[in-house]
């Protein structure tokens, strides 16, 4: 196992008192945006967007958060939670945050499953995600630069 990651369904800590459960799949990115989060949160509210972030996935919105950014429950092959959150930086851009926080639903994976897993993941959000900061930054990036510099 590799120093500092615990097999599924470990707890989170060794205190006999912590009775967190750390997920088989645990995924956070984040990735800076050259657009403001009300120019972004529409691309990141489509359908199509979650679709390409996780694949596969049944995604049900528990959360619509505007310019912050949206909460899915996850099915499907896996359980457990996701959610773009929309960060505003200043005043000309965003963090585009994404978390997934999912088991598998018909069996336990191995710690290196999980790793093989977590890692084909995060590099299909990579790809989204840099799929929709080029369309958001060539749609609204510009604009944003144009408004002058922040004091």
Do not use: Q
């Not at 049944?58 to 092959?77: A, F, K, N």
């Amino acid at each position: 196992m590799v120093k500092g990651t615990l097999p599924p369904g470990r707890r989170g800590s060794e205190d006999p008192g912590d009775n967190t459960v750390v997920p088989a799949l645990d995924l956070v990115d984040d990735s800076y945006v050259a657009c403001r989060p009300e120019d972004l949160a529409p691309m990141v509210a489509a359908p199509g967007f979650a679709s390409a972030l996780w694949p596969g996935w049944i995604l049900t919105v528990t959360e619509e958060r505007g310019c912050e950014g949206v909460r899915w429950s996850v099915g499907g092959p896996v359980t457990g939670s996701a959610e773009v959150w929309l960060e505003r930086y200043r005043d000309r851009g965003c963090y585009l945050h994404v978390f997934a926080r999912v088991d598998p639903v018909d069996r336990i994976w191995t710690p290196k499953a999980a790793r093989r897993n977590t890692d084909r993941v995060r590099r299909r959000v990579k790809r989204a995600v840099w799929d929709l900061k080029d369309r958001a930054e060539a749609t609204h990036g510009e604009e944003t630069w144009r408004a002058g510099p922040v004091e």
